[in-house]
């Protein structure tokens, strides 16, 4: 399988627990993104990569919340004092990054906060 | 700033019927439409894309044409199966905004046999 693959799938977690998701990417992908979908919503872009230099990070972003991209494989988000709110599907996606390309996204990690 | 709105579901449809979902944006420039489908519990999956005014996505049966004067992008199909049963996400990307993918609210369409 050569598509985005995301770990854990599911996580339930105590509150004010810190999480870590991981994401590999498809292998000739540059971009890599984050997204986050809570039950009923769109996705909502969180941060994106371009190799290991962030680029951007939406103000949803709160300073709980770090993702990292070392040597432009791979990628971790990370979500420190876990709160109720955060609960919702971590999505991850990586494209070439040319307008127009399309990009593929993982089938996410759940988060449960309780 | 970009933004997509989709109508809402949940939208029921017997067998056989047809399927349209309206999608319209607003953006900077000439974005790239996108229509996403998400079965449950699933991740997201490109269903078609269409990438400069006039161009027409097709996949699966699924139809939907890039109207600049409009700024639409709707989903047809002529001909639903229950197995067309999911969420269906309308997104634009723009060069201006770094080409990353700006979603609808998602629109849930239940197909009964």
């Known amino acids: 399988d050569t598509g985005v693959s995301q770990n854990p799938r599911h996580k339930i977690t105590k509150r004010g627990q810190n999480v870590t998701f991981r994401c590999d990417p498809i292998?000739?992908?540059?971009?890599l993104y984050w997204y986050r979908q809570t039950l009923g919503q769109g996705p909502e872009f969180l941060t994106y990569?371009?190799?290991?230099?962030?680029?951007?990070k939406s103000r949803l972003l709160s300073d709980r919340f770090s993702a990292e991209r070392p040597k432009g494989s791979f990628s971790t988000l990370e979500i420190q004092r876990t709160e109720q709110g955060d609960s919702a599907m971590y999505l991850c996606?990586?494209?070439?990054?040319?307008?127009?390309?399309?990009?593929?996204f993982g089938e996410g990690s759940w988060l449960t906060v309780v | 700033g970009n933004s997509v709105t989709q109508m809402e579901g949940p939208v029921t449809l017997s067998e056989e019927a047809f399927l349209t979902i309206n999608c319209t944006y607003t953006?900077?420039?000439?974005?790239?439409l996108f229509w996403y489908v998400q079965y449950p519990g699933e991740g997201l999956q490109l269903l078609l894309k269409?990438?400069?005014?006039?161009d027409k996505g097709s996949n699966k049966g699924f139809e939907a044409t890039y109207r600049k004067e409009t700024t639409s992008f709707h989903l047809e199909k002529g001909s639903v199966q229950v197995s067309d049963s999911a969420v269906y996400f309308c997104?634009?990307?723009?060069?201006?905004?770094?080409?990353?993918?700006?979603f609808g609210g998602g629109t849930r369409v239940l197909v009964k046999p």
């Open positions: 996606a990586s494209s070439l990054g040319t307008t127009g390309n399309t990009i593929y």
């Open positions: 292998s000739e992908h540059n971009r």
């Open positions: 990569f371009q190799n290991e230099a962030q680029l951007e």
């Open positions: 953006a900077t420039g000439y974005p790239s």
């Open positions: 269409a990438t400069k005014a006039d």
């Open positions: 997104a634009l990307s723009a060069r201006a905004a770094g080409n990353k993918l700006t």
